[in-house]
């Protein structure tokens, strides 16, 4: 197996891929609409929520934890979720950087001339 060679990227480009990677299933965008919507959140509740398993729910709990998207708060036998408001404005920042870069020209970019 190849390795992914992370460091011949800048850390920008690191930092999208995670976000991208950690966006990049329906059900964690689904938990991210809710824990935005709630500001916070149990995880039992997220179950309830979802048409997902327990465990199906906590990995991807896990993966946006990870990304820095959200943060979990230990009370008891349960861990309260919520947005990491500084990583998720950083997030916003990059992924926007990214998208906004793109200024369309005048011209049509895939025209069979150029190939």
Same mark, same amino acid.
């Given at each position: ?6 460091? @011949? ?6 930092? #999208?891929? !995670?976000?991208?990677? /950690? $966006?990049?299933?329906?059900? !964690?965008?689904? #938990?991210? !609409?809710? $824990?935005?919507? &709630?500001? /916070? ?13 327990? +465990? ?8 946006? &934890? @990870?990304?820095?998207? #959200? ?6 036998? !349960?861990?309260?979720?919520? #947005? ?5 404005? @950083? /997030?916003? /920042? +990059? ?14 970019? *895939?025209?069979? +001339? *150029?190939?």
């Amino acid at each position: 197996m190849g390795t992914a060679k992370l460091d @011949e990227f800048t850390l920008e480009d690191n930092r #999208i891929a !995670r976000y991208a990677k /950690a $966006l990049g299933h329906p059900a !964690r965008v689904a #938990i991210l !609409r809710l $824990l935005v919507g &709630k500001n /916070a959140c149990v995880c039992g509740d997220i179950v309830n929520e979802l048409p997902l398993s327990q +465990s199906t729910v906590s990995q991807h709990l896990k993966e946006l &934890k @990870e990304a820095g998207l #959200i943060q979990g708060d230990v009370d008891g036998t !349960r861990v309260c979720y919520c #947005i990491d408001a500084k990583r998720w404005n @950083e /997030a916003k /920042a +990059s992924l926007s950087g990214l998208m906004d870069s793109y200024v369309p020209q005048d011209s049509t970019c *895939c025209d069979t +001339s *150029c190939c």
